[in-house]
């Protein structure tokens, strides 16, 4: 099956600030963040990509357009809107500090399938539409470019976070034991058995992530016993 890359959006004025963006319009990437995404380019560099998906908002959109420029025979990145942010509800464009006076970030911390954001979704419905929407793209990719393909999207910390979550069978109640930093990535092959987490949360070189050889070892959708040799096949 192909492999997904999840890619969060690069750090954003918001991040620097301390304020739980959400879906507020005109978040964009500070200074930090362009030059992540520009550096994303180089990272994925001789690593082929079938497709790019994107969050509706300006901050992923930005930190995937350096690499659409180097890649124009992407086309440009397809947005689903149910890889966007969580809505937050009335907790949109507060200060974190603030927040965490709150009983609710309690909830949100130890005990994330109970937590409801006033007058926005809950963590149980952004794990649903995400996951969804990653396993139905996955299933896409397959049929349009063949199962060695990989594809990317870009998207928000708790979008990851929740994604992880499933194909490692966590419970969402625990899925903020996974940390994300900004332009990292996150690497998810999917197999009829069981989901491969290849990688998570990197910020480094990501050039082993080229398609494996037809005997590599998720192939099948078996694990390794043992371990993986770490043979990614030829260019």
């Given at each position: 099956?192909p492999t997904l890359?999840?890619?969060?959006h690069?750090?954003?004025?918001?991040?620097t600030?301390?304020?739980?963006?959400?879906w507020?319009?005109?978040?964009?990437?500070?200074?930090?963040?362009?030059s992540?995404?520009?550096?994303?380019?180089?990272?994925?560099?001789?690593?082929p990509?079938?497709?790019?998906?994107s969050?509706p908002?300006?901050?992923c959109?930005q930190?995937?357009?350096?690499?659409?420029?180097a890649?124009?025979?992407?086309?440009?990145?397809?947005?689903?809107?149910?890889f966007g942010?969580?809505?937050?509800g009335?907790?949109t464009?507060?200060?974190?500090?603030e927040?965490?006076?709150?009983?609710?970030w309690?909830?949100?911390q130890?005990?994330a399938?109970a937590?409801?954001f006033?007058?926005?979704?809950?963590l149980r419905?952004?794990?649903?539409?995400t996951v969804?929407?990653a396993?139905?793209?996955?299933?896409?990719?397959?049929?349009?470019?063949?199962?060695?393909?990989?594809?990317?999207v870009c998207?928000h910390?708790?979008v990851?976070?929740a994604?992880?979550a499933?194909a490692?069978?966590?419970?969402?109640?625990?899925?903020?034991?996974?940390?994300?930093?900004?332009?990292?990535?996150?690497?998810?092959?999917?197999?009829?058995q069981?989901?491969f987490?290849?990688r998570?949360g990197?910020?480094?070189?990501?050039?082993s992530?080229?398609?494996?050889?037809?005997h590599?070892?998720?192939a099948?959708?078996d694990?390794?016993?043992?371990?993986?040799?770490?043979d990614?096949?030829?260019?």
């Amino acid at each position: 099956m192909p492999t997904l890359l999840l890619v969060r959006h690069g750090r954003s004025t918001a991040n620097t600030a301390g304020i739980l963006a959400g879906w507020t319009p005109g978040v964009d990437l500070d200074d930090t963040g362009r030059s992540q995404a520009a550096a994303l380019v180089d990272r994925l560099t001789g690593v082929p990509l079938a497709q790019v998906v994107s969050s509706p908002l300006e901050r992923c959109r930005q930190t995937l357009a350096p690499l659409v420029e180097a890649r124009p025979e992407l086309g440009g990145p397809t947005v689903d809107e149910r890889f966007g942010e969580c809505h937050y509800g009335d907790w949109t464009g507060r200060p974190l500090s603030e927040l965490a006076l709150d009983p609710l970030w309690r909830t949100v911390q130890d005990h994330a399938s109970a937590a409801v954001f006033p007058g926005g979704e809950s963590l149980r419905a952004l794990s649903h539409r995400t996951v969804a929407a990653a396993r139905e793209w996955d299933e896409k990719i397959a049929a349009e470019h063949g199962p060695e393909a990989v594809w990317a999207v870009c998207t928000h910390g708790d979008v990851v976070k929740a994604v992880v979550a499933d194909a490692l069978g966590m419970h969402l109640d625990h899925f903020q034991r996974i940390n994300v930093e900004p332009c990292s990535v996150t690497a998810i092959r999917y197999t009829p058995q069981r989901p491969f987490v290849l990688r998570m949360g990197d910020t480094g070189d990501l050039a082993s992530l080229r398609p494996r050889p037809a005997h590599g070892p998720t192939a099948s959708g078996d694990a390794v016993i043992g371990g993986d040799t770490g043979d990614t096949g030829t260019p």
